[in-house]
T-cell receptor
């Protein structure tokens, strides 16, 4: 069973529009959630992690344990946000070295 | 070069060949990872090493054999692979297993 689900393979929005990339996970313990991003011709890199509670490049994500979600949001999308976004889950406790990635969502921000 | 490097960047091999993928990290990290990224599938964690000791083997077939001679180098030895093993193989490193992972550019493997 897939631990991390990103239901949208592709999300297209216009510049300046709000964007939300969905991520749901399956884990009953204490998870750690991440968003990784891969810009065109660049390597995969960390965007943000839920324990940091930071806003990176205008993106935020809140861990909702009740809904087992960790959606990525930005109020005003920019063209340079176009990239592949991957949600990732790290299990807790003794399984702390087990990582699971979602299949990714391609964000296309149109001018 | 800084960061995480992987060689070769592209590899084509037959099912009877033996080849190795190499990963090197210049970040002073102590944990290294191999991931497999197949088309239309999520990134899959294969192996984790911490201080050269393997701490995770995610049920990977024995035709993939990792080797971590020191904290800076990680190899993935390949033998008698199948066409379905064709994928992008990514290496990553982190300081301990709980911190941010830094990824290499990947090796695009094609098995004929």
């Amino acid at each position: 069973a897939q631990r991390v689900t990103q239901p949208e393979k592709l999300l297209s929005v216009f510049k300046g529009a709000p964007v939300e990339l969905k991520c749901n996970y399956s884990y009953s313990g204490s998870p750690e959630l991440f968003w990784y991003v891969q810009y065109s011709r660049q390597r995969l890199q960390l965007l943000l992690r839920h324990i940091s509670r930071e806003s990176i490049k205008g993106f935020t994500a809140d861990l909702n344990k009740g809904e087992t979600s960790f959606h990525l949001k930005k109020p005003f999308a920019q063209e340079e946000d176009s990239a592949m976004y991957y949600c990732a889950l790290r299990l807790g406790g003794v399984n702390f070295n087990k990582f699971y990635f979602g299949s990714g969502t391609k964000l296309n921000v149109k001018p | 070069e800084t960061g995480v490097t992987q060689t070769p960047r592209h590899l084509v091999m037959g099912m009877t060949n033996k080849k190795s993928l190499k990963c090197e990290q210049h970040l002073g990290h102590n944990a290294m990872y191999w991931y497999k990224q197949s088309a239309k599938k999520p990134l899959e964690l294969m192996f984790v090493y911490n201080f050269k000791e393997q701490t995770e083997n995610n049920s990977v077939p024995s035709r993939f054999s990792p080797e971590c001679p020191n904290s800076s180098h990680l190899f993935l030895h390949l033998h008698t692979l199948q066409p379905e093993d064709s994928a992008l193989y990514l290496c990553a490193s982190s300081q301990d297993e709980v911190n941010e992972q830094f990824f290499g550019p990947g090796t695009r493997l094609t098995v004929l």
